[in-house]
């Protein structure tokens, strides 16, 4: 369980459930805005991923919220689609490389 937003973007942290698979001959930039916590960008290029504090100018999608709906959502206290349907995600750029993100990172049964 995560206590924090940046302790959810450790790169040990998030090696733990990053699928190298289904990141294979794949690219894209995901940047997260969570507001009064700060930006962090996950960049997936072919079967591997670095995270990056702040923002990247050539993110592919930007997905943004509060801190709290940021750590429901990865604490598994909601799912994607509600967070999304609800207003408590917003999600621009690429909407197609947006879906990919879950695939990448598959939330495990139980939360993370």
Do not use: C, W
């Not at 698979?21 to 072919?46: M, P």
């Not at 750590?71 to 909601?78: E, G, I, P, Q, Y």
């Amino acid at each position: 369980m995560y206590e924090t937003v940046a302790q959810s973007f450790a790169q040990e942290g998030l090696a733990r459930h990053f699928d190298a698979a289904a990141a294979k001959d794949q690219r894209a930039v995901f940047q997260f805005n969570v507001v009064d916590a700060g930006s962090y960008t996950i960049i997936v290029n072919d079967g591997t991923f670095e995270v990056k504090e702040g923002v990247d100018p050539a993110s592919d999608v930007v997905l943004a919220m509060r801190e709290t709906d940021y750590l429901d959502l990865v604490n598994n206290r909601v799912g994607i689609q509600q967070a999304f349907m609800t207003g408590r995600l917003e999600v621009g750029g690429d909407l197609s490389a947006a879906l990919k993100l879950a695939t990448f990172f598959p939330a495990p049964k139980g939360g993370y």
